[in-house]
Every structure is written in structure tokens, then in C-alpha cells.
């Protein structure tokens, strides 16, 4: 099962992924938690990922497509893997259906999260996340037991710096102007599922799910 999950930022990318990967057992690739982890650690890549992302910005195509390299090929995608938020550009597209065709593989299908833009705001404002383990939680959808505090690990929940408002609204614009037209680019693959992200996130992976094994 190769499956890129594409969406707007919020669509809940990520909250979806953990629940598909644990079922079909192939791992989670985030391009945005692979930024994440740099920026921690400090290093050069993070530092040049950082003054983009907290403008709302794509990081550019050579950074990202230099950070993710051949991830998707390592031994642990024998089964095949999940790509959250990669590829987000056409050029990112062409790069990975590059990688992929050289290596004799096909992607499964491209699962198109659909949320209208004023749900998202809402969504992003109230997602917290555990600074330690990455859980991802909403003041309003998806409340941790105690305030600020991670239920898996109670390590400290934080808004991420790229979730004020101000930046959202970039965000969405970006989105819409960079990585919307690889809906069309992968409708015209014939491997494009649209599946509506606005109901409980429990019902939207069950609607997944069931597209999923149409297609696999
Ligand atoms: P993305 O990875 O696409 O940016 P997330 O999975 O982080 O999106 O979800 C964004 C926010 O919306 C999070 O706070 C998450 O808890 C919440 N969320 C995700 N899916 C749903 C849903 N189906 N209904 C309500 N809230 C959701
Ligand atoms: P995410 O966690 O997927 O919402 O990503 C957070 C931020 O990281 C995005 O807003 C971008 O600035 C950056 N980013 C993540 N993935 C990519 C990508 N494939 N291409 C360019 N920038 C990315």
C-alpha cells in the first residue's frame, strides 16, 4: 500500500495517519516532521527550513526533495508507506513519480482530504501538540484529560508557531496556489479519492479505509 495523503493544512493529514498506518502497518512519512526534527536539533537544514515555515511558506523544492531523498524506498516501505504532506508541489510530484518508476514501483492512490477553509481555521487555532512525543490534540475536537498535558506521555502541549492565525490564513493561500493542482495532476493518474474530511475524524478513516480496499 503506497498512499499519499493530501489536504490542506488541518485537513487532519496527521490524525489520519497515525490511525491508516497502525492498521496496514507501513510507516508515516511527514515531511513537516521531518522539518520539525531538524529545527529541534538545530542544525543548518532547520535553521533555513525555519524562516519559511513560520512565514507559512513552502520550504523550496531542493531543500525538501534534498531532505526526503529516497526515504520512501528504505527497507522499512517493503509494505509500502504513507506520505503526509509530500509531495506539495508539481515538481515534488514529478520528482517522487521519477523515484518511483526507477525503482518498478506504482502508488497505491492519493487520498484527497476535503475541508472548507472556515473549519480549518477553527481546527488549526485549537491544535496542541506534545512538545515530547508529537501527539497531536484540539481544545475543541479532541480535548487532553488535563489541561495542556499529553495523555500518552505527559509531556507539555504547545501551539506550534506556525498555527497563529496570521500565518493559517498564508498557509491556505499557499496551499491553494502550490499544492491544490496536484489534485488534477493525480485525477489525471486515475488515482485520486476524494473523501470528505469534515466529519468525526473516526468516520473519516473508516470512509479511508473502505476506498482503500477498493483500490489496493
Ligand atoms: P494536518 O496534519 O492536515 O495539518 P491535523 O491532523 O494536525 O491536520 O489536524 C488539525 C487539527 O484538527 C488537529 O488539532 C486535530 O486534532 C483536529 N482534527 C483532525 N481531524 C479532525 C476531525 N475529523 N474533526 C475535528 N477535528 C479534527
Ligand atoms: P505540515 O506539518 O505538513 O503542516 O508542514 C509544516 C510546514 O513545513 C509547512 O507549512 C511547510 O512550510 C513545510 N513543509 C512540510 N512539507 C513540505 C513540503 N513537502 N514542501 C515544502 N514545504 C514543506
Given at each position: 500500500m503506497r498512499i499519499i495523503l493530501l489536504g490542506?493544512?488541518?485537513?487532519g493529514k496527521g490524525t489520519q495517519a497515525s490511525m491508516i498506518i497502525s492498521k496496514y502497518a507501513i510507516p508515516h512519512i511527514s515531511t513537516g516532521d521531518m522539518f520539525r526534527k531538524n529545527i529541534k536539533s538545530g542544525n543548518e537544514l532547520g535553521i533555513e527550513a525555519k524562516k519559511y515555515i513560520d512565514m507559512g511558506l513552502l520550504v523550496p523544492d531542493d531543500l525538501t526533495l534534498g531532505m526526503i531523498?529516497?526515504?520512501?524506498?528504505?527497507?522499512?516501505c517493503q509494505n509500502g508507506f504513507l506520505l503526509d504532506?509530500?509531495?506539495?508541489?508539481l515538481i515534488q510530484a514529478e520528482a517522487l513519480g521519477e523515484e518511483l518508476k526507477r525503482a518498478g514501483k506504482n502508488l497505491t492512490a492519493v487520498v484527497n482530504l476535503e475541508v472548507n477553509d472556515d473549519v480549518i481555521a477553527s481546527r488549526m487555532t485549537g491544535r496542541r501538540v506534545c512538545s515530547k512525543c508529537g501527539a497531536n490534540y484540539n481544545l475543541v475536537f479532541n480535548k487532553p484529560?488535563?489541561?495542556?498535558?499529553?495523555?500518552?506521555?505527559?509531556g507539555q502541549l504547545i501551539t506550534r508557531d506556525d498555527d497563529k492565525l496570521a500565518t493559517v490564513i498564508n498557509r491556505l493561500q499557499v496551499y491553494k496556489n502550490e499544492t491544490q493542482p496536484l489534485i488534477d495532476y493525480y485525477k489525471g493518474k486515475g488515482i485520486l479519492v476524494t473523501v470528505?474530511?469534515?466529519?468525526?475524524a473516526e468516520i473519516v478513516f473508516n470512509n479511508i479505509c473502505s476506498t482503500l480496499e477498493k483500490v489496493r
Open positions: 490542506s493544512p488541518g485537513s531523498g529516497d526515504r520512501f524506498l528504505e527497507s522499512d504532506g509530500f509531495p506539495r508541489t484529560q488535563e489541561e495542556d498535558i499529553c495523555d500518552k506521555c505527559h470528505n474530511g469534515e466529519q468525526d
